[in-house]
């Protein structure tokens, strides 16, 4: 799911929340008319408030971003003093020093 992204207005969350509700109510065939409490229909189908699941997933995925580079950075600092650094040879012809012509 890519929610963790979102950023969900009042309207788009009142349209995630009432389709949810319709696909609900066709599931257990309650139409609109039997004025059914929208909590009831939820206790009866274990189905928990769908915003209440995005922002559950949002907040997860939040945490773990931070633990994770958390610990990216703890390993990176430790790497990069341990870089190597490459001898200067000197070639035969370097040793003699310039020819004169």
Same mark, same amino acid.
């Given at each position: 799911? =890519? ?6 207005k #009042? %309207?788009e969350?009142? *349209? ?5 509700? =319709?696909f609900l109510?066709? $599931? $257990?065939?309650? %139409? #609109?008319?039997?004025?059914e409490?929208?909590? &009831?229909? %939820?206790e ?10 995005? =922002?559950?997933?949002q907040e ?7 633990e994770d %580079? *958390?610990?990216?950075?703890? #390993?990176?600092s ?6 190597r650094? =490459?001898? *200067?040879r000197t ?9 004169? &012509?």
């Amino acid at each position: 799911m =890519k929610s963790d992204a979102w950023v969900l207005k #009042k %309207r788009e969350e009142q *349209h995630l929340e009432a389709a949810q509700m =319709k696909f609900l109510r066709h $599931l $257990l065939g309650i %139409r #609109k008319l039997d004025e059914e409490n929208n909590q &009831c229909i %939820r206790e009866i189908t274990g189905v928990q408030n769908i915003l209440k699941e995005i =922002k559950q997933y949002q907040e997860k995925v939040a945490t773990t971003f931070t633990e994770d %580079r *958390h610990k990216w950075n703890t #390993k990176t600092s430790t790497t990069i003093t341990n870089k190597r650094t =490459k001898e *200067h040879r000197t070639t035969e012809g370097e040793m003699e020093g310039p020819t004169s &012509c």
